[in-house]
């Protein structure tokens, strides 16, 4: 069918707009996107072989909260 993802989407509960919004802007300054991050971060996290932790944008010290 088309416009149908080839994979399954995945969701993530309790990501408030305040914290989407800031996600949304970081990886916009990244040249990324939320998935490529959200992605790697989970390779990472579950220690896959040859997955390193993502890259922070610069400047992202200053905006957490």
């Excluded at 896959?48 to 010290?61: D, I, M, Q, T």
């Amino acid at each position: 069918m088309a416009n149908q993802h080839s994979q399954k989407l995945r969701g993530i509960r309790g990501v408030g707009d305040a914290l989407w919004a800031d996600l949304d802007h970081a990886t916009k300054r990244a040249g990324s996107d939320r998935s490529k991050v959200t992605r790697q971060f989970w390779e990472w996290y579950v220690q896959r072989p040859g997955a390193e932790l993502p890259e922070r944008p610069a400047g992202s010290e200053e905006s957490t909260r």
